[in-house]
C-alpha cells in the first residue's frame, strides 16, 4: 500500500509458497513471481485468481539472465515496461535447505557464495525495476559453530554495493511466529548455553532504486 498503486506490478524473485501473489492479489496490483521449486510454482498458480490482475509464476533460477528474459516477455505481453516494487525474501543462506537443485541458494557451499548469488538476483531485478521505485529485502540472521553470522548486515551491504539507497529498516519481532511456536524453551536452552541471545527478530529493508 505503501510502495504502490493499483495496476503496478509486483516482483518477487523467491516466490516461495506465495504470500506476495496473494498479497498483490487481495491489493489489486499485478503480479510476477520466480522461484526453483517448480512444484511451489504449479501450487500457486492453481491457486491465485488472475482474472483482473495478472499473475504470472515462472519456474526458474533468479541468479540467472534467462529466468529474466523470460520475464521481460511476459512484461512485452502484458504492455508493461517495468516492475514497480520487487520484494526479495531468500533462504537465510544455508539454516533450511529448500531443495535440491544445486543454483538453490540454500544449498551454497559458503556465506560468499550465497552473497555472490544474491547480488545475481538483486542486479537481475533491478535491470527491470522503474527508476525511483523501491526493492525491499526480508531477511533474517544466523548462528552458526559459536558465531552470530548477521546475514542481514550482509544483504545490506550487497544492496547499497549495487547502488540502491536505503530508505528504512522494519525489525519484525518474531515472538509468537508459528514456526517457532512451542519451541520457546528449547531456542532460550540453546541461546543460555551457547552465550548468545534469543533470535526474536528479522529485518525488512527497504531501499529506492
Ligand atoms: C524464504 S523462502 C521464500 C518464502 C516466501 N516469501 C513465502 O511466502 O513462502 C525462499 C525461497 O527461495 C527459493 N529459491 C532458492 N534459491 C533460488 C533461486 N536461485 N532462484 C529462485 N528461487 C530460489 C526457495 O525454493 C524458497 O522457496
Same mark, same amino acid.
Given at each position: 500500500?505503501?510502495?504502490?498503486?493499483?495496476?503496478?506490478?509486483?516482483?518477487?524473485?523467491?516466490?516461495?509458497?506465495?504470500?506476495?501473489?496473494?498479497?498483490?492479489?487481495?491489493?489489486?496490483?499485478?503480479?510476477?513471481?520466480?522461484?526453483?521449486?517448480?512444484?511451489?510454482?504449479?501450487?500457486?498458480?492453481?491457486?491465485?485468481?488472475?482474472?483482473?490482475?495478472?499473475?504470472?509464476?515462472?519456474?526458474?533460477?533468479?541468479?540467472?539472465? @534467462?529466468? +529474466? =528474459?523470460?520475464?521481460?516477455?511476459?512484461?512485452?505481453?502484458?504492455?508493461? %515496461? /517495468?516492475?514497480? #516494487?520487487? &520484494?526479495?525474501?531468500?533462504?537465510?543462506?544455508n539454516?533450511i535447505k529448500f531443495s535440491?537443485?544445486?543454483?538453490d541458494?540454500s544449498n551454497?557451499?559458503?556465506?560468499?557464495?550465497?552473497? @555472490?548469488? +544474491? =547480488?545475481?538476483?538483486?542486479?537481475?531485478?533491478?535491470?527491470?525495476?522503474? %527508476? /525511483?521505485?523501491? #526493492?525491499? &529485502?526480508?531477511?533474517?540472521?544466523?548462528?552458526?559453530?559459536?558465531?552470530?553470522?548477521?546475514?542481514?548486515?550482509?544483504?545490506?551491504?550487497?544492496?547499497?554495493?549495487?547502488?540502491?539507497?536505503?530508505?528504512?529498516?522494519?525489525?519484525?519481532?518474531?515472538?509468537?511466529?508459528?514456526?517457532?511456536? /512451542?519451541?520457546?524453551?528449547?531456542?532460550?536452552?540453546?541461546?543460555?548455553?551457547?552465550?548468545?541471545?534469543?533470535?526474536?527478530?528479522?529485518?525488512?529493508?527497504?531501499?529506492?532504486?
Amino acid at each position: 500500500m505503501r510502495y504502490t498503486k493499483r495496476n503496478d506490478v509486483v516482483f518477487d524473485p523467491f516466490v516461495g509458497s506465495g504470500t506476495t501473489a496473494y498479497e498483490a492479489e487481495s491489493l489489486s496490483r499485478h503480479f510476477i513471481g520466480v522461484d526453483i521449486q517448480p512444484e511451489l510454482i504449479k501450487h500457486i498458480k492453481s491457486n491465485v485468481d488472475n482474472k483482473n490482475y495478472f499473475a504470472e509464476l515462472v519456474a526458474g533460477d533468479s541468479t540467472d539472465k @534467462n529466468t +529474466f =528474459s523470460n520475464i521481460t516477455e511476459i512484461l512485452n505481453r502484458k504492455k508493461k %515496461k /517495468n516492475i514497480q #516494487l520487487a &520484494i526479495l525474501h531468500p533462504p537465510y543462506a544455508n539454516i533450511i535447505k529448500f531443495s535440491n537443485h544445486e543454483k538453490d541458494l540454500s544449498n551454497t557451499k559458503s556465506l560468499r557464495d550465497f552473497l @555472490n548469488g +544474491f =547480488s545475481l538476483v538483486i542486479s537481475n531485478t533491478l535491470d527491470l525495476l522503474e %527508476k /525511483n521505485r523501491y #526493492l525491499t &529485502i526480508v531477511i533474517g540472521d544466523k548462528y552458526t559453530q559459536g558465531k552470530w553470522i548477521p546475514l542481514g548486515f550482509y544483504c545490506l551491504n550487497e544492496a547499497q554495493k549495487l547502488g540502491l539507497t536505503l530508505k528504512s529498516i522494519i525489525i519484525k519481532n518474531m515472538e509468537g511466529n508459528r514456526a517457532k511456536q /512451542n519451541k520457546e524453551a528449547i531456542w532460550k536452552y540453546r541461546a543460555l548455553s551457547s552465550d548468545y541471545y534469543i533470535f526474536k527478530h528479522e529485518y525488512i529493508l527497504i531501499f529506492k532504486n
